[in-house]
């Protein structure tokens, strides 16, 4: 049965919609909070108050005019919502300079690739380039962040693997091309923070066309049985974007195993791409 209940409205539209009708504190309060959301997910109430030069009063009147019962409603709402992946959630009124310094963009991003590599083996790399060799079709789908790296993803294994495609293209629905998904396919998800609104009926439609179903998400999204394989990247940093950098390695790591695996079949079919770019003058 379809749920046709409205939707809860976010944290941040809570704020925005009181902000209007605030007294002057809470209205410095309110636009500390839209600017710093992320304070108020970390922090305690007398923390949050120093933070935003208010007194404790103020926050407990701010997150009653909000319509939570107490601040660690407020704070567990504002924490749920930072999982979504808004940048908002992300910046740090206490985070200075020298916290987002290169070497510390560098030692995040080592950091990342360790923890994300530990609970990758080379079986399941294996076992997924073998899908992909195998599959009768390779779909590779991305929304927003993680639209660049399928398509970076589709253009690498193009060379080796005929039939493969990066969707959904512009003006496009996921149907046009999901009602041609088969048993002998496989989907290979890109989920990384944030998703799109219905990507658990995307998977779930997948998983009833037989499919086999690579996803690949970042860290916050708990392991899903229901893949076929699931890796999880590793995107935390020191400023207010994620670090992509292991998501970039394990496309990287995909494709390189790919061509190393795709036999005399993937040479020949590299030879005649490289004879067309060289006749075409494209490159």
Same mark, same amino acid.
């Given at each position: 049965?379809?749920?046709?209940?409205?939707?809860?409205? *976010? @944290?941040?539209?809570?704020?925005?919609?009181?902000?209007?009708?605030?007294?002057?504190?809470?209205?410095?309060?309110?636009?500390?909070?839209? =600017?710093?959301? &992320?304070?108020?997910?970390?922090?305690? &109430?007398?923390?949050?108050?120093? !933070?935003? #030069?208010?007194?404790?009063?103020?926050? $407990?009147?701010?997150?009653?005019?909000? &319509?939570? =019962? *107490?601040?660690?409603?407020?704070?567990? #709402?504002?924490?749920?919502?930072?999982?979504?992946?808004?940048?908002? @959630?992300?910046? $740090?009124? +206490?985070?200075?300079?020298?916290?987002?310094?290169?070497?510390?963009?560098?030692?995040?991003?080592?950091?990342?690739?360790?923890? +994300?590599?530990? $609970?990758?083996? =080379?079986?399941?790399?294996?076992?997924?380039? %073998?899908?992909? !060799?195998?599959?009768?079709?390779?779909?590779?789908?991305?929304?927003? *962040? $993680? #639209?660049?790296?399928? +398509?970076?993803?589709?253009?690498?294994?193009?060379? /080796?693997?005929?039939?493969?495609?990066?969707?959904?293209?512009?003006?496009?629905?996921?149907?046009?091309?999901?009602?041609?998904?088969?048993?002998?396919?496989?989907?290979? /998800?890109?989920?990384?923070?944030?998703?799109?609104?219905?990507? =658990?009926?995307?998977?779930?439609?997948?998983?009833?066309?037989?499919?086999?179903?690579?996803?690949?998400?970042?860290? &916050?999204?708990? @392991?899903?049985?229901?893949? +076929?394989?699931?890796?999880?990247? %590793?995107?935390?940093?020191?400023?207010?974007? @994620?670090?992509?950098?292991?998501?970039?390695?394990?496309? #990287?790591?995909?494709?390189?195993?790919?061509?190393?695996?795709?036999?005399?079949?993937?040479?020949?079919?590299?030879?005649?791409?490289?004879?067309?770019?060289?006749?075409?003058?494209?490159?």
């Amino acid at each position: 049965m379809t749920d046709h209940r409205p939707k809860e409205k *976010s @944290f941040l539209a809570r704020v925005r919609q009181a902000l209007p009708d605030l007294h002057p504190a809470e209205r410095r309060l309110g636009d500390f909070v839209c =600017d710093f959301p &992320g304070e108020l997910a970390s922090y305690s &109430g007398s923390e949050l108050a120093t !933070l935003a #030069h208010v007194s404790k009063a103020t926050v $407990s009147r701010f997150v009653k005019r909000l &319509g939570y =019962d *107490s601040y660690e409603a407020a704070r567990r #709402h504002a924490r749920a919502e930072k999982l979504t992946g808004s940048r908002l @959630f992300l910046g $740090s009124v +206490t985070r200075g300079g020298a916290a987002e310094n290169v070497a510390s963009h560098v030692a995040q991003g080592m950091a990342n690739l360790e923890a +994300t590599f530990v $609970s990758i083996s =080379d079986a399941q790399i294996d076992a997924v380039v %073998h899908a992909m !060799l195998k599959s009768r079709k390779v779909w590779v789908v991305g929304f927003r *962040s $993680s #639209h660049p790296f399928a +398509t970076y993803l589709q253009w690498q294994l193009t060379q /080796v693997i005929e039939n493969i495609v990066a969707i959904p293209g512009g003006g496009q629905t996921l149907g046009e091309h999901l009602v041609s998904v088969a048993r002998r396919d496989l989907v290979i /998800v890109m989920g990384l923070r944030r998703r799109v609104a219905r990507m =658990d009926l995307m998977l779930e439609q997948i998983r009833r066309q037989g499919a086999k179903l690579l996803y690949i998400t970042d860290e &916050g999204v708990p @392991f899903q049985a229901g893949a +076929t394989w699931h890796f999880r990247c %590793h995107s935390q940093a020191p400023g207010p974007l @994620f670090n992509h950098t292991a998501v970039a390695a394990v496309c #990287h790591l995909l494709a390189t195993r790919a061509i190393e695996k795709a036999g005399s079949a993937g040479r020949t079919r590299l030879r005649a791409i490289e004879a067309l770019n060289d006749e075409l003058e494209e490159l």
